[in-house]
Antibody
Framework: QITLKESGPTLVKPTQTLTLTCTFSGFSLTTSGVGVGWIRQPPGEALEWLTLIYWDGDRRYSPSLKNRLTITRDTSKNQVVLTMTNMDPADTGTYYC??????????WGQGTLVTVSS | QSALTQPRSLSGSPGQSVTISCTGSSNDVGGYNYVSWYQQYPGKAPKVLIYEVTKRPSGVPDRFSGSKSANTASLTISGLQAEDEADYYCCSYAGSYSYVFGTGTKVTVL
């Protein structure tokens, strides 16, 4: 059974840096073709793909956010970490960790709501 | 990398069919056979319904089907049921190992 779970702060202040951790089980991030990434959803709005890290360590970012995002992995702990700098109230939303076994997001975490407010 | 365009809302009576369109460009939908569709209930994480344009994961009813023509992908729900009332999102591979989602469609069962 594949599971993913997001953890991190629920409230951050504007200009601060957000760090979210995804802890997963049931698959290996070193298996060829596999990726783990992040997708977010502002309240009442659409899903937005943010970033992916692949089995070979390759990292991909949304062009509109690439200057603010960093994704890293710890394969020994089965964890992927998202860092987003210079947070703004417009970044408020639910952040999902996702598993990409090949070319679709087959498995999702429950999501974590992050609010950006002073 | 612009969001794929979906109708904001659609509705249908039980038993009817509804088709949700997802329009992109030759850089995403039209360029690859990696379109997926997701169903999302309020307050819940999305769930994949269709992957690689037409394939259904095990457990997804065959009432859900996917197709693609040029730069537009479609999700058809046949024999609409009350439980199909949800938000639906398309997603396409956009090259260079990146992805783009659609704007989302709210389906209402009358």
């Amino acid at each position: 059974q594949i599971t993913l779970k997001e953890s991190g702060p629920t409230l951050v202040k504007p200009t601060q840096t957000l760090t979210l951790t995804c802890t997963f089980s049931g698959f290996s991030l070193t298996t060829s073709g596999v990726g783990v990434g992040w997708i977010r959803q502002p309240p009442g709005e659409a899903l937005e793909w943010l970033t992916l890290i692949y089995w070979d360590g390759d990292r991909r970012y949304s062009p509109s956010l690439k200057n603010r995002l960093t994704i890293t992995r710890d394969t020994s702990k089965n964890q992927v970490v998202l860092t987003m700098t210079n947070m703004d109230p417009a970044d408020t939303g639910t952040y999902y960790c996702v598993h990409l076994p090949y070319a679709d997001f087959s498995n999702w975490g429950q999501g974590t709501l992050v609010t950006v407010s002073s | 990398q612009s969001a794929l365009t979906q109708p904001r809302s659609l509705s249908g009576s039980p038993g009817q069919s509804v088709t949700i369109s997802c329009t992109g460009s030759s850089n995403d939908v039209g360029g690859y056979n990696y379109v997926s569709w997701y169903q999302q209930y309020p307050g819940k994480a999305p769930k994949v319904l269709i992957y690689e344009v037409t394939k259904r994961p095990s457990g997804v009813p065959d009432r859900f089907s996917g197709s693609k023509s040029a730069n537009t992908a479609s999700l058809t729900i046949s024999g609409l049921q009350a439980e199909d009332e949800a938000d639906y999102y398309c997603c396409s591979y956009a090259g260079s190992y990146s992805y783009v989602f659609g704007t989302g469609t709210k389906v209402t069962v009358l």
